[in-house]
């Protein structure tokens, strides 16, 4: 049987995310395609992390093996633009969904290009974070 499911939508047909967190997915990992440096983006630092997208060995091999960087890089282009449509479709998905969860701003990328998760920032931990542990009861 085959299954067809909306992006925005759980399997109990429940909208997963908004269109408003869609959007601004949409036009924050866009930002992604005029990226020509060394420091990965916020978009790269999840995929290297989560594995969501052109996570097979030879194909990530000879992406980082590429020995020239900067905007005349070849090779990284020709890469981009065969691999990149379904990366910046499962981008937009995956940091939609982080922003209707509240997972958003908890994560970043620091100096050294590593992605870095905050849980005091993380809205779904918001009332443990500032100390409340009133409902503790209810998980134990």
């Not at 499911?5 to 395609?33: C, E, H, R, Y």
């Not at 990965?40 to 020995?67: C, Q, V, W």
């Amino acid at each position: 049987m085959l299954c067809i499911q909306k992006p925005d939508m759980n399997p109990d047909g429940v909208t997963a995310f908004s269109v408003k967190n869609m959007k601004d997915s949409f036009f924050w990992i866009l930002k992604d395609v005029g990226h020509f440096s060394d420091k990965p983006t916020l978009g790269e630092a999840f995929n290297r992390t989560y594995g969501i997208n052109d996570m097979d060995i030879n194909t990530f091999e000879k992406h980082l093996s590429n020995d020239n960087a900067g905007i005349f890089n070849f090779w990284s282009l020709g890469f981009r633009f065969s691999s990149r449509p379904d990366y910046y479709n499962r981008m937009t998905i995956f940091g939609a969904q982080l922003r209707e969860m509240g997972a958003w701003e908890a994560h970043s990328v620091d100096e050294d290009g590593n992605l870095i998760y905050d849980w005091k920032l993380d809205k779904r931990f918001d009332k443990y974070a500032k100390g409340d542990k009133s409902d503790l009861g209810k998980y134990n």
